[in-house]
């Protein structure tokens, strides 16, 4: 990222990947995480065009807009098939029926959980990042990053140099890319149009040592995603709460991470994940981490 004040890394991000989903929070209640965020001293929002079919862009758009003390990074390359689109009329109703059955909501949770279709190509990079734009009524995006691409993808060049060319008319600060293995790390780490790489940093894994001290050497942030270790890992510590704040520092002192995303939709576990990286300190009493739902 360039040293400049719309660029500097954020020590904590909020990551919105359930802002505006049928499973996540929508309308009064995603406008209070969001707030509650910029409260507790989050300055990084992390989401992509397809998370919450758009909607997630949008929220971040009517509460974050075109501050300049906070940086957006959102993501493209990854669209909605017809079989989903066709759903997004309808997802309030969805969303109802989802907190009423919970056969429905793990119906949901299936759907969700299917790979995404994904393209490439100049034009379609280059039109998604125009729509990010006007949902998220930014005049840039801080940074903008390729959403899990594969290796091949990188190394044809095509995606990067249509981030490079929006970079160059002033559309993107950052170019970057999300990545969901070593090897697709390393790859991004070999073009130097790369200026930041999301990283799924689960606990107790060193796969990633060699990407972060390249990524270190080189000058790219390193942006990590997923350091909890989902539901299944909370539900096994004693002490959730101890254990979530013992992981966000650890991340959070490590010089080769520029900043660590915390996915969450309860407001109690961002203030934990607030304190743990010495932001501003909550004013309500200390809570367990609670449960994603």
Request: charged share 20%; proline share 5%; net charge positive.
């Amino acid at each position: 990222m360039r040293d400049d004040s719309r660029t500097q890394p954020a020590p904590l991000g909020l990551g919105c990947s359930r802002l505006g989903s049928v499973n996540g929070v929508a309308g009064p209640d995603a406008t209070r995480l969001l707030a509650a965020a910029l409260d507790e001293g989050y300055r990084l929002f992390d989401t992509s065009n397809v998370y919450g079919q758009g909607d997630s862009e949008r929220l971040i758009g009517n509460v974050i807009g075109n501050r300049s003390d906070c940086l957006v990074c959102t993501k493209g390359g990854k669209y909605l098939p017809f079989s989903k689109r066709i759903l997004v009329p309808v997802k309030g109703l969805i969303r109802l029926v989802a907190r009423r059955s919970n056969a429905a909501r793990n119906g949901v949770s299936s759907l969700r959980s299917q790979p995404l279709p994904t393209r490439w190509d100049t034009g379609f990079i280059s039109a998604a990042i125009d729509g990010s734009l006007r949902r998220l009524r930014r005049d840039a995006i801080d940074v903008y990053l390729l959403h899990s691409p594969q290796e091949s993808t990188l190394r044809d060049g095509e995606a990067i140099q249509a981030l490079r060319n929006a970079q160059q008319a002033g559309k993107i600060r950052i170019v970057g890319v999300s990545v969901d293995d070593v090897g697709t790390a390393m790859a991004a780490l070999a073009d130097p149009r790369i200026g930041a790489l999301q990283l799924p940093l689960h606990p107790g894994a060193h796969d990633y040592d060699q990407v972060l001290a390249q990524a270190f050497q080189q000058g790219v942030k390193v942006i990590a995603r997923e350091v909890l270790g989902g539901q299944s890992a909370m539900a096994v510590a004693q002490n959730p709460s101890a254990y979530a704040t013992a992981r966000i520092q650890e991340l959070h002192d490590d010089p080769r991470i520029a900043t660590v995303l915390v996915g969450t939709t309860k407001i109690s576990n961002m203030k934990v994940a607030a304190r743990a990286a010495g932001l501003i300190a909550s004013t309500l009493p200390d809570r367990n981490v609670e449960a994603e739902s």
